[in-house]
C-alpha cells in the first residue's frame, strides 16, 4: 500500500512537473513572480522554507514541490535573457531525470561503465570538432567553465614545470599569465587559487571591436626582462559580456614563438564550432593546447555541462593523478584505463554526460542550424556573436549634454529598469558597467524559444518601464 501511495504521490510531483514545463513555454505567463528574501524567510501561504522536526504531510510535500517552482525563475521561458545558459530542453531534462535515476559517481568504470565510455567517446567528437588529427588528445567534464579554465592553468604549469604538483610553487620560477581585459574573470580567479597570484595575470588591452590587440608581445619581452617566465596566454572565443573573438592564429604564433601554453576559452563561443557559417570566428582553434567548451551555455544542455579538452594526452592524469587505494586499484579485472576519475581535481564526480549524449544523439545537428543560423541573423548589423549591450536613454535625458551629469544619471537608469521588471515579472535581462562604460544592459540570445516577437517585447517594455525615468 506505502508503495502505491508513493507512486500516486510521484505521478502527482511529475504532473507539477509538466504543468510548470507547459507554462515555461506560455508567454502569457510570468518569467517570475519576485519576493524579496525576507518575505520567502518570513513563508508565503503555505510555503515555509524552516525545516522542522517533524515530517510534513506528503500533501504538504507537493505544495512545496509546485511553490519551489512557482517562486523561482523560469529560465526556460522566451522572454528570459538574463544568463548564457537558458532554455528547457525536453530532452536533456529526460537525460537529466534518467542520470538522477542512476545515481551514479564518475570516477570508476567500475560504478559508471555505460556513462564513462560515452564521455570518451563524446569527449574525442569535441575534439574532432576542434581539429584534432583523429579526435587525439585528453579531456574530462568538470562542473562549470570556470574550473575548466582552471584545470587548463593547472595543466600548462604541470607541463612546463611538473615539480610543482609535489615541492609547490617554490619549485618554479616566477611564472605569468596573459589574458585580455575581456577574458572572464575565472581565469583571474584560477591564478589566485592556483598560488599565481592575481597580479601575475596580465590583463591585455583590446581594441574597438573588445579584440585581443597585438602589445602581447611587447609585454611578454617587458615580463622576461623583469625575470618572469612566460607561461599561459588565455584566447577568448566569445568573451562573456560583449560576445568578442579574440584572434587565435595570431595568437598561436606568438605562443609558439615564445614557448607558452595556449588556451582558448570557448566557455560562450565554442558551440560555434558545430556552425559550418560560424565556425571561422574561431580559426587557429586547433592550435590551442586546450580549449573549455560549455554545452550548458550555447548549446542548451541543462546546468551543468562543461568541458576542458586538452591535446596532449596524459597531463591531466600526471598533474592530478593520486592513486587512492580505495577507487583506484591497479589490478582490476578490466582495462582501468577507464579509470578516469583521478584525472580529476574532484573526487565524486557528478554525471553530465548523459544528458549532453542525448540531445547530441536526438538532434545537435538540428538544433545548432535553428537556434545559431536563426539567432545570429536576428540583428540588422554584422555582430560576432548574440550578445547586445545598450544604453537605454529616457526622454529626460535626451536633451541633455554630454556630460558627468548625464552619466551619473544614466549610471541609475537601467538598475531602475531592471528592479521594476523584476517586480513586474515580464522579462529579464542583466545589466552591468564596464570599465569607464556605465550602466548598460547586456543582452544575451542563447536561448532556443526566444523569436524576434520576444526581442521587439523586451525592447518595448524597457521603454514602457524606463519611460519617465
Ligand atoms: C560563462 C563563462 C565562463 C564560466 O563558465 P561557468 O560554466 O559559468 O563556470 C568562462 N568563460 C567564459 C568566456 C564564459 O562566458
Request: with cysteine; charged share 20%.
Amino acid at each position: 500500500l506505502s508503495f502505491k501511495i508513493k507512486a500516486e504521490k510521484g505521478q502527482r510531483v511529475v504532473e507539477i512537473l509538466t504543468s510548470y514545463i507547459r507554462k515555461t513555454f506560455d508567454r502569457s505567463t510570468k518569467v517570475l513572480d519576485f519576493h524579496h528574501p525576507h518575505q520567502l524567510l518570513e513563508g508565503i501561504e503555505g510555503f515555509n522554507l524552516e525545516l522542522s522536526d517533524q515530517p510534513e504531510s506528503l500533501e504538504q510535500i507537493l505544495v512545496d514541490c509546485r511553490d519551489t517552482l512557482k517562486y523561482g525563475v523560469r529560465t526556460g521561458h522566451p522572454r528570459f535573457f538574463n544568463q548564457l545558459s537558458t532554455g528547457l530542453d525536453i530532452v536533456g531534462l529526460a537525460g537529466e531525470w534518467l542520470t538522477s535515476t542512476a545515481n551514479t559517481n564518475m570516477f570508476t568504470y567500475e560504478i559508471a561503465p555505460v556513462f564513462v565510455l560515452m564521455e570518451q567517446l563524446t569527449l574525442k567528437k569535441m575534439r574532432e570538432i576542434v581539429g584534432w588529427p583523429d579526435g587525439e588528445g585528453d579531456g574530462i567534464f568538470s562542473p562549470g567553465g570556470a574550473i575548466s579554465n582552471m584545470y587548463s592553468v593547472m595543466i600548462a604549469r604541470y607541463k612546463f614545470f611538473p615539480e610543482v604538483k609535489t615541492k609547490g610553487m617554490a619549485a618554479a620560477p616566477r611564472l605569468v599569465l596573459f589574458t585580455s581585459e575581456h577574458s572572464h574573470y575565472s581565469i583571474k580567479k584560477a591564478s589566485a587559487a592556483l598560488g599565481f597570484g592575481t597580479e601575475n595575470l596580465i590583463l591585455l588591452n583590446t581594441d574597438e571591436r573588445f579584440v585581443l590587440l597585438f602589445n602581447l608581445p611587447a609585454q611578454i619581452i617587458e615580463a622576461k626582462r623583469k625575470g618572469y617566465v612566460p607561461l599561459f596566454v588565455t584566447a577568448t572565443a566569445g568573451t562573456t559580456v560583449y560576445g568578442a573573438f579574440d584572434p587565435i592564429n595570431e595568437i598561436a604564433d606568438i605562443c609558439e614563438k615564445y614557448n607558452m601554453w595556449l588556451h582558448v576559452d570557448g566557455a560562450w563561443g565554442g558551440g560555434l564550432l558545430m556552425s559550418r557559417k560560424h565556425r571561422h570566428k574561431l580559426n587557429g582553434v586547433e592550435r590551442a593546447n586546450s580549449v573549455t567548451w560549455n554545452p550548458h551555455k550555447m548549446m542548451g544542455v541543462p546546468l551543468q555541462c562543461s568541458a576542458i579538452l586538452v591535446r596532449e594526452r596524459g597531463l591531466l592524469q600526471g598533474c592530478n593523478s593520486m592513486c587512492a587505494g580505495y577507487l583506484f586499484q591497479p589490478d582490476k579485472q578490466y582495462d582501468v584505463t577507464y579509470d578516469t576519475g583521478d584525472k580529476a581535481i574532484q573526487c565524486g564526480r557528478h554525471v553530465d554526460i548523459f544528458k549532453f549524449w542525448l540531445m547530441w544523439k536526438a538532434k545537435v545537428c538540428f538544433y545548432l542550424q535553428t537556434l545559431i543560423t536563426n539567432v545570429v541573423p536576428i540583428f540588422s548589423y554584422q555582430p560576432q556573436h548574440t550578445n547586445v549591450c545598450f544604453w537605454y536613454i529616457p526622454p529626460s535625458l535626451r536633451s541633455l549634454p554630454d556630460g558627468e551629469e548625464r552619466r551619473q544619471r544614466l549610471h541609475k537608469v537601467a538598475p531602475k529598469i531592471k528592479a521594476m521588471m523584476m517586480e513586474s515579472g515580464t522579462t529579464m535581462v542583466g545589466y552591468q558597467p564596464q570599465g569607464d562604460k556605465v550602466n548598460f544592459f547586456r543582452m544575451v540570445i542563447s536561448n532556443p524559444a526566444a523569436t524576434r516577437s520576444d526581442i521587439d517585447f523586451l525592447v518595448e517594455e524597457i521603454e514602457r518601464l524606463g519611460h519617465d525615468l
